[in-house]
């Protein structure tokens, strides 16, 4: 995932006193190597045991992460409408050749079978969209009633996450407004809130 489709999100968490890094990764990769991508990010940084956001395949990425390198109990994260149950609209597309060979090895690895190993600290946040907009409208037998556009609803709970939130947005444009910013603020425990109204993006 190209970092900067956080930028605007890591800006407005910067403005609420948080100092953030945006990792970005080739989704063609192997999981197992975005995972020492990652491991070797953080270390090169002198990063140790931080917060992680993650979205949508980015949140399963953080669950191989911790798969690797278990999570201290102070860590939080959160999960932007990550499907960790596995994703119905990937299995999907990864029924045929083309479409597989497009998604690289990270998709068909992660999103068809979802954070199969719990591996998330006990503070784990789920934020999950749930405006039906998105590309994933156009797969056959992708969606169900409750979806985002790209996921549905009910790839992102499980029983293990301390809290599940769901906001009004899509899966795609969920990153850009100031109400998902506000939610990571609150969970991770900032002293202010973000405000930066300039930021915000309407669908």
Known sequence: MNRAVMWPLAKRLGRAGFDCHLFGYN?????????QKLAAWLEQRQIKHPHFVGHSLGGLMIAHY??????????????????INGSQVARQLAQFAPTRWAMGASYTESLASG???????????????NRP???GR???????KENDGTVNLSETQHPRLEQHIQTRSSHLFMVFHRHTAKLIAQYFGAQTLPQDKALTRQE
């Open 27 to 35: 989704t063609r990769s192997p999981k197992a190597a975005i995972v």
């Open 66 to 83: 911790f798969q690797q390198y278990p999570p201290k109990a102070h860590q939080r994260v959160v999960l932007l409408a990550s499907p």
């Open 115 to 129: 954070a199969s190993c719990w591996s998330y600290p006990p503070k784990t946040l789920m934020i999950a969209a």
């Open 133 to 135: 907009r998105g590309p």
């Open 138 to 144: 156009l797969i056959p037998h992708g969606l169900n």
